[in-house]
């Protein structure tokens, strides 16, 4: 009897020490699971976080070419934002409103605008085949995107009538004098400045800046007049080409 006891015992303290290791192995995996569930949570918050961010930066993004737009729109608007030259404010006080005024002629391609500028009735004959019939650059003005330095009627009074008779009938002359004042593109004041090269082939040289501002020998009046499709320089004189 004795004996069975002890086994007795020593078999229940067995069975009681496997329990006892049976429990501690459990923990460990729901500390495993927790440990998981709280990577989770974590990454789910970078992920979150990470879109919060990408999301600011898209807005800020967008606000930052939202203003990009709105200050082209507004320097777009404004047609006299570029003028130069001194005879701007006459020019203003002469023809203030309608077809022919700055606003206006920023509306028309050039050959109209030209057409309805009182400063510049002459070119205006000369470049629609009033001059000479087989001289006509009106669709080719107003097809492409321009730099033109426009002599104003006082410019063309000083051309003597002979040379004038001449222009009427020699259209080659005419077509070269006339393209010599036209330039590929359109160039700002800021940008006009040095020599270009004409459509008649030719280059002219702008000097000078802001509101002195100079084609060959020519005194730019105003420039930087805006038309739907070219950039206009009133001057004084008619260029002649030396070729």
Do not use: W
Request: charged content about 25%.
């Amino acid at each position: 009897m004795r004996i069975s006891k002890g086994l007795l015992a020593v078999s229940m303290a067995s069975m009681l020490a496997l329990s006892a290791c049976g429990g501690e192995a459990e923990e460990p995996a729901a500390d495993d699971t927790a440990m998981e569930e709280t990577t989770e949570d974590m990454a789910e918050e970078d992920m979150e976080s990470e879109d919060d961010m990408a999301a600011e930066d898209d807005m800020a993004t967008e606000e930052d070419m939202a203003d990009d737009e709105m200050a082209t729109e507004d320097a777009m608007g404004d047609p006299a934002a570029n003028l130069v030259g001194a005879g701007c404010a006459d020019y203003a006080e002469q023809v203030p409103e309608g077809d022919g005024s700055v606003e206006g002629m920023s509306q028309d391609p050039v050959a109209v605008a030209a057409g309805n500028n009182p400063l510049l009735t002459t070119l205006t004959a000369a470049v629609s085949g009033e001059v000479n019939p087989d001289v006509d650059l009106v669709d080719t003005l107003n097809g492409d995107e321009f730099t033109v330095f426009a002599p104003v009627d006082e410019a063309f009074e000083a051309i003597d009538e002979e040379t004038m008779t001449t222009l009427g009938e020699d259209s080659e002359l005419l077509s070269g004098i006339l393209t010599y004042h036209v330039v590929p593109g359109q160039l700002t004041p800021d940008e006009v400045v040095g020599e270009q090269t004409t459509v008649q082939g030719e280059t002219v040289e702008i000097t000078g800046t802001g509101d002195e501002l100079m084609v060959n020998g020519a005194m730019v009046i105003c420039g930087g007049v805006q038309t739907a499709n070219a950039t206009v320089y009133l001057i004084d004189e008619v260029l002649m080409p030396q070729g």
